[in-house]
Nanobody, 121 residues
């Protein structure tokens, strides 16, 4: 099993920035990629960003491209999401994910509990 713990969520005004962190522990050798999804109330879960540990390739959802940056430390099994130019529509619960995949459409085996991000207008 792999455990994921997110931190860094909170309340921010539109145009502001937040940085999310996620720490993985347990059988992390099973993870080839880590990243983030989000879900707003009444909406479907949405892909945000992922990073592939081998080579460091990154992938972003269209709605966050140019504003969010994912980075990570494979040795420490940490992943970060720097969120800039935040908009009210970015308000959601953000979930850290990990698994044997790294693509937007991949099935991620492990999910964190989620951290709330609220952007006020």
């Amino acid at each position: 099993q792999v455990q994921l713990v997110e931190s860094g969520g909170g309340l921010v005004q539109a145009g502001g920035s937040l940085r999310l962190s996620c720490a993985a522990s347990g059988r992390t050798f099973r993870t080839y990629g880590m990243g983030w999804f989000r879900q707003a109330p009444g909406k479907e879960r949405e892909f945000v960003a992922t990073i592939r540990w081998s080579g460091g390739s990154t992938y972003y959802g269209d709605s966050v491209k140019g504003r969010f940056t994912i980075s990570g430390d494979n040795a420490k099994k940490m992943v970060y999401l720097q969120m800039n130019s935040l908009k009210p529509e970015d308000t959601a619960v953000y979930y850290c994910v990990a698994g044997s995949t790294w693509t937007p459409s991949g099935r991620y085996d492990y999910w964190g509990q989620g951290t709330q991000v609220t952007v006020s207008s």
